[in-house]
């Protein structure tokens, strides 16, 4: 398993993360902004393009994925023509022992294979960057490396994070 796993490595940006969150849901954040032309004006908080539909795709498996930005006020960087510089997935949740965690992960996978025309395999295998932003312990985590490899390193996060919360 070869994937990066920076601690406190990135914070998630101003406002991207709910005030409340419920436990029972994993909330998809902004990862990034885009710089507004107008003086004084606050940079719009970003979603990359790919997530569009993820939250959707997520009821329908029963997921409890939602936007952690309300409808009418969520921003995509190709409004403003940014590319994102890879595929990335920003998370927070309230706790790593979520059991939504490694499926959400799991279904962006999915649907970046669906829609990039690629086998899941083929997309298990790609670089992917995923933000986990965890709420109870104010841990923020960057992981970095192939889909099947973050995913791999979620399990092992998550499982310390069950230990921790049997512990207490």
Not at 24 to 51: S, W
Not at 72 to 81: I, V
Request: with cysteine.
């Amino acid at each position: 398993m070869t994937v990066r796993i920076n601690e406190h490595g990135w914070t998630p940006l101003d406002g991207a993360v709910p005030e409340t969150l419920d436990a029972d849901k994993v909330y998809l954040i902004p990862t990034r902004t885009a710089v507004q032309t107008a003086e004084g004006a606050k940079p719009e908080l970003c979603y990359t393009d790919n997530v569009r539909y993820l939250p959707k795709a997520a009821r329908v498996k029963g997921l409890p994925l939602e936007f952690s930005q309300p409808e009418g006020e969520r921003h995509y960087l190709q409004e403003f023509s940014i590319d994102p510089e890879m595929w990335s997935l920003g998370l927070a949740l309230l706790t790593m022992a979520s059991d939504w965690l490694i499926l959400t992960v799991s279904l962006f996978i999915s649907q970046r294979a669906d829609n990039q025309g690629w086998t899941n395999e083929q997309a298990h295998e790609l670089p992917l960057r995923v933000y986990v932003a965890e709420t109870e312990t104010g841990r923020d985590i960057e992981l970095e490396g192939s889909g099947t490899d973050v995913i791999e390193a979620l399990k092992v996060l998550q499982a310390e994070a069950k230990k921790r919360k049997q512990g207490n």
